[in-house]
């Protein structure tokens, strides 16, 4: 089972910043990435590493780590920001891709 | 940007083996991880494991024991064989290109999933 832990919704009024979070103690040394998935799509990586964004993924998604805590943010919401989050990181095997968190759905107002 | 593509029998008979092959175009295998990923219907993510262009592998411990995964590197594929499936094994099976650097991994392309539907 999973040992990254997220809530699995949350809500945010369109244009303001919303932060979406992902525990567990591998993230005290271990990076998370991100990930989106809308309805009936593939997964889209957003963040990996220290706050690394692949082209084209616009630059209101941020991510930070603090603790056991691993935050993507989301600056100025937009409605099609509308989706399900996953985050991953490494599992207690040492796997770097080994567990994904139970994904939040985001839902803006 | 390297494009996936999954293909394989969307119709698996409980206790029988399930077969996806993944089509890589458009990039090399050289250098990355090649993963498979799966979602139950209204579920979260599953690792299932990945293997390096050179054949080394890692699986998920809950499924090792029923999983292989290859690579040919001569026809730019790679597949996943997973025996003994029961019904929890329905989900749609992604394959992605990962890659691994000290402190973090990631999937930075998928392809668009196939539903996999173990039933008799």
């Known amino acids: 089972s999973s040992e990254l832990t997220q809530d699995p919704t949350v809500s945010v009024a369109l244009g303001q910043t919303v932060r979406i979070t992902c525990q567990g103690d591998s993230l005290r040394r271990y990076y998370a990435s991100w990930y989106q998935q809308k309805p009936g799509q593939a997964p889209l990586l957003l963040i990996y590493?220290?706050?690394n964004r692949p082209l084209g993924i616009p630059d209101r998604f941020s991510g930070s780590t603090s603790g056991n805590t691993a935050s993507l943010t989301i600056t100025g919401t937009q409605a099609e920001d509308e989706a399900d989050y996953y985050c991953?990181?490494?599992?207690?095997?040492?796997?770097?891709?080994?567990?994904f968190g139970g994904g939040t759905k985001l839902t803006v107002l | 940007q390297v494009h996936l593509e999954e293909s394989g029998p969307r119709l698996v008979k409980p206790s029988e083996t399930l077969s996806l092959a993944c089509s890589v175009s458009?990039?090399?295998?050289?250098?990355?991880?090649w993963s498979w990923v799966r979602q139950p219907p209204g579920k979260g993510l599953e690792y299932i494991g990945d293997?390096?262009?050179?054949?080394?592998?890692n699986y998920n411990p809950s499924l090792k024991s029923r999983v292989t995964i290859s690579v040919d590197t001569s026809t730019n594929q790679f597949s996943l064989n997973m025996n003994s499936v029961t019904a929890a094994d329905t989900a749609i099976y992604y394959c992605?290109?990962?890659?691994?650097?000290?402190?973090?991994?990631?999937?930075?392309?998928w392809g668009r999933g196939t539903l996999v539907t173990v039933s008799s």
């Open positions: 590493g220290n706050n």
């Open positions: 458009d990039g090399s295998l050289s250098g990355y991880y």
């Open positions: 991953n990181s490494r599992d207690s095997n040492g796997n770097l891709l080994g567990d």
């Open positions: 992605a290109r990962a890659d691994r650097s000290g402190w973090y991994g990631y999937f930075d392309n």
């Open positions: 293997i390096y262009y050179s054949g080394s592998t």
